[in-house]
């Protein structure tokens, strides 16, 4: 008997996320799609590259046609004879195989794109602690002053209540000054008590030459002008006495610390 030949079938080549792939046998894409590998209207193709039909319009036209059913394999040749691929025989629960395998194929897949749990490590006594090594308190350094060079004071000149001048240094005019302004102010109060005892003397003056030696009332009046007059003049001179010594005393002082001027 003849042996009859069967047709060759390269299989079809699918576009899996992006990528093609294949040659597979139509049954083995269609079970891809079942187990969600790829969906039902993903593009096939004879040779990848052109011709691209879904792979539902292919299973729906494959399963209107009739198929062809595979004439028994050829005899073997002899082993010294090359031999062709000879195509098995198909099985009737191939396609059910093919499904299975499928599955297994995309548990194993999503088994490992899962994370991998992180193992759990094994509980370890706790180490001995360590005696930390304690460094004893240093108090800090008191800081030292840093050395600024100070410019020195410039000298200042003073006049004495005699006229003369002098050049003294800055602390020595700290403490003279205070006391030259206070004898100005002294010698300012002597000359107004001056002007108020002057007064009185032209007023004493002007009633003796006026008075009525007769009258007693007049001549007691006048004595107590001329008693009011002899005191104002006594305090008068007290003061003046005590602001001469003054001036003699800060005379001699500036005198002392002073440089007189040429």
């Known amino acids: 008997m003849a042996t009859q030949k069967i047709p060759f079938n390269p299989g079809y080549y699918v576009e899996v996320n992006g990528e093609v792939q294949g040659p597979y046998d139509l049954e083995f894409i269609e079970a891809m799609a079942l187990s969600g590998l790829i969906s039902s209207d ?17 299973s729906r036209s494959n399963t209107q046609a009739p198929r062809r059913q595979a004439a028994p394999p050829p005899v073997p040749p002899t082993p010294q004879a090359q031999a062709s691929p000879i195509p098995k025989k198909r099985n009737e629960n191939w396609g059910c195989l093919i499904t299975l395998a499928v599955i297994i194929v995309a548990s194993i897949i999503g088994s490992l794109n899962k994370s991998t ?27 030292q002053p840093v050395y600024q060079p100070t410019t020195p004071a410039p000298d200042y000149s003073m006049t004495g209540q005699d006229g003369q001048v002098y050049t003294i240094s800055n602390a020595e005019y700290q403490i003279l000054h205070p006391r030259k302004l206070d004898l100005d102010a002294w010698s300012t ?39 009011k ?11 003046i006495d005590s602001y001469n010594a003054s001036v003699q ?10 440089t007189p001027r040429r």
């Open 189 to 227: 109060k002597i000359d107004s008590y001056q002007r108020y005892t002057d007064a009185l003397s032209k007023q004493v003056e002007s009633d003796r030459l006026s008075m009525d030696n007769t009258s007693q009332m007049a001549v007691d009046n006048f004595n107590l002008e001329v008693e």
């Open 117 to 143: 749990p992180t193992p759990q490590s094994t509980w370890q006594p706790p180490a001995e602690a360590q005696p930390v090594s304690q460094t004893p308190y240093q108090p800090p350094a008191s800081a």
């Open 42 to 58: 993903a593009e096939v193709s004879r040779d990848g590259k052109t011709d691209w039909k879904s792979l539902e319009t292919l």
């Open 249 to 258: 005393a800060f005379n001699a002082e500036l005198e002392r610390v002073g």
């Open 229 to 239: 007059y002899n005191t104002a003049n006594a305090n008068l001179q007290k003061s």
